[in-house]
């Protein structure tokens, strides 16, 4: 499974990629606004850090304006993918730039079905947001299952970029459904790698090593 990293923070961006484990970036227009920054300055120093998908979301809610800004957005670097909201306008616009070979990802997917008309219109990705059903008192990971089963079903190719990831646990589950991608917060990243049991056994290895008084 890919991992995304779902912010504009730079300063995150920067620490994370020297893991050598982020495979791209996703923004929205929220997390532009969180980090204070002009938009395509920080689109295209994100692509300077990062060689893997980086989404920037468009603005306009009519095909034409979506289209315009679509356009704008690609031509920062090679590596921008257009986010498109999951409207007919927005289906149409992806439609449009998968004709052009522009990529494309098709962002505020809630349903099944929302999902299928997206991979139909040649989406690059498809973004279930998990957290926001989970808010709803609604199974989000059951969403990411129905679209893997759609799209194993069709051989589709749009890839299933697992969303609003809340938790360690929401990662874990994505692993488990297939998903092709999590956009994970930076914080949500960094708890991945850490367990009680790890910290104990690491303290434990090293005072044991330290009475053999050997080096390496
Ligand atoms: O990429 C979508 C993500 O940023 C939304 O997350 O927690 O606001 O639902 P959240």
């Not at 997917?109 to 808010?135: E, V, Y």
């Not at 434990?204 to 053999?212: C, G, I, K, P």
Request: proline share 3%.
């Amino acid at each position: 499974m890919k991992f995304f990293i779902d912010t504009a923070e730079i300063s995150e961006i920067r620490e994370l990629a020297e893991t050598g484990l982020v495979d791209g970036i996703t923004t929205n227009p929220s997390l532009i606004k969180q980090s204070g920054r002009d938009f395509i300055e920080v689109i295209t120093e994100i692509c300077g850090v990062i060689s893997g998908p980086v989404s920037a979301e468009v603005i306009a809610t009519d095909t034409a304006g979506m289209l315009s800004e679509g356009r704008r957005l690609a031509a920062i670097a090679s590596n921008v993918t257009v986010k498109l909201p999951l409207t007919w306008d927005g289906l149409k616009a992806c439609r449009t730039f998968a004709d052009e070979g522009i990529a494309t990802n098709v962002t505020l997917c809630f349903s099944a079905n929302q999902a299928l008309l997206a991979a139909k219109a040649g989406a690059s990705f498809i973004s279930p947001f998990i957290g926001r059903l989970d808010d709803l008192g609604v199974d989000g990971m059951e969403l990411i299952h129905k679209i893997r089963t759609i799209y194993d079903n069709y051989g589709f190719e749009t890839e299933i970029l697992a969303a609003s990831i809340r938790s360690s646990a929401h990662v874990e589950a994505c692993a488990l459904a297939g998903a092709d991608v999590a956009t994970i917060p930076p914080q949500v990243l960094k708890s991945l790698s850490r367990h009680t049991l790890t910290d104990k056994g690491l303290a434990s290895f090293l005072t044991d090593w330290e009475t053999t008084g050997q080096s390496i």
